[in-house]
């Protein structure tokens, strides 16, 4: 019996992240810390070091970490010029997953698995994809390039080096609070995808690639964008009801419900992002929020489902000035935590990721040379 997707399936073992349905509720942790606690009291570069290292840090390693973390920011002047002549028209999540095979073959080390190069790697990669999408937006929208400035931390860099200006403190809480939100969880499939990798022994930064790939799928992190692309077209919260009926009616999915993990239970992160959704409307522009909250009623009303990560993801990016394209490149500024933690945790225990397929397909067939052939 083979479970469809995989569904279900315990594929390896890890003690980057805990998702138990208990008592009807989801528990999410990273290494044990419950997310809403992180959600509350942590910053993504401490979430970031916790799942690195496994545990949390000291006040004078987290303040060492962040500086390492800024220090790493600056892209060499190959990866600028790969940005300035990829064509404007290409997505960025694409640039993105170029931009890494290209720092790779920077890297001398590039096929060194210690730890210790592993960290490095990590620590490299998270600092630098940041830069990376802010620089693509940059140079594709004729703007000059903004630098990292070492006075802001990972969040408030970004948005800083994306819009060229100090951001607003709610905004910079906004985004540290969905990276962190992001940071990992468990064997999502772009994080399958880079354990695959990493299991046949490929370097880093392939198997970052891997999961970059396939995180830009709509049935993943693709889904973000796409929801922005919903909620743009109902425009009104009253014509979101008709929008789904009629979207279920073709049996076509509605972006941003639905999860192979949370079916009948809230995804804890979903919680997070619609009180952080809706502040956001609050202080800033509401009608996406209330979209979405018509779109949600309609979808639980007429199939039953729950809103997952990527839905109120869309309403909080687009409050935060963010363009609908990048939507996919902010869950992996996120996730490049999770994903990096997860190759060196494979690295550190491995063996091959390779399993069987039930063969269907026709058997014991003779071969008629193509001369011979009708
Ligand atoms: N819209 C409409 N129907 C949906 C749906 C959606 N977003 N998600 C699931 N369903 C329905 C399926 O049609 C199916 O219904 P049926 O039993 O009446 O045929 C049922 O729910 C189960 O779907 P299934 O495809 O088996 O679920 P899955 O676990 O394989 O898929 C997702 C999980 C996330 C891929 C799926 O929910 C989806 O496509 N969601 C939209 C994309 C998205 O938001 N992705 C981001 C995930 S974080």
Redesign the pocket.
């Known amino acids: 019996m083979i479970k469809s ?1 995989m ?1 279900d399936v315990i594929a390896c073992q890890s003690d980057i992240c805990r998702i138990e349905i208990e008592n009807g509720r989801a528990i999410l942790e990273y290494r044990g810390y419950d997310i809403h606690d992180l959600a509350k009291h942590s910053c993504y570069e401490e979430v970031a070091y916790l799942l690195l290292f496994g545990e949390l840090p000291s006040k004078s390693e987290l303040e060492y970490f962040k500086a390492e973390l800024a220090d790493k920011r600056e892209l060499p002047p190959q990866i600028i010029g790969l940005l300035t002549h990829l064509p404007p028209i290409t997505h960025p999540m694409v640039v993105l997953r170029t931009a890494i095979s290209y720092l790779g073959s920077m890297d001398k080390y590039i096929h060194h698995r210690s730890y210790e190069k592993s960290i490095e790697k990590a620590k490299s990669l998270i600092a630098k994809f940041p830069t990376i999408v802010a620089y693509y937006h940059r140079i594709r929208t004729g703007q000059n390039l903004v630098h990292p400035n070492d006075d802001f931390d990972h969040a408030a860099n970004f948005l800083y080096m994306l819009h060229g200006e100090e951001p607003s403190w709610t905004s910079i809480k906004a985004l540290d609070l969905d990276l962190i939100l992001h940071a990992d969880h468990e064997l999502n499939a772009s994080t399958f995808a880079a354990r695959i990798a990493a299991s046949t022994m490929a370097d880093m930064y392939a198997s970052v690639v891997a999961a970059t790939g396939t995180l830009m799928g ?3 992190g693709g ?1 973000a964008q796409k929801v922005m692309e919903m909620l743009r077209e109902v425009a009104v919260p009253w014509r979101a009801e008709e929008y789904v009926k009629e979207k ?1 009616e073709r049996k076509e ?8 993990v949370y079916k009948k239970t809230m995804d804890p992160r979903t919680i997070e992002l619609k009180v952080l959704a809706k502040k956001l409307a609050d202080e800033k522009e509401p009608k996406w929020y209330e979209i979405s909250e018509a779109i949600a009623e309609a979808v639980y009303k007429l ?1 039953g ?1 729950l809103p ?3 839905f109120y993801s869309a309403s909080v990016y687009a409050n935060l000035g963010i363009p609908d394209d990048l939507f996919i490149n902010i869950f992996a500024l996120g996730r490049i935590a999770g994903w990096t933690a997860h190759i060196i945790e494979q690295y550190e225990n491995n063996r091959l990721i390779r399993p069987r397929a039930l063969y269907t397909g026709g058997k014991n067939k003779h071969y008629v040379p193509i001369e011979e052939r009708d």
Do not use: Q
């Open positions: 997707g569904e709509p049935l993943h889904a279920l999915r509605i972006m941003g419900f639905g999860h192979r199939k489902l997952n990560v990527d």
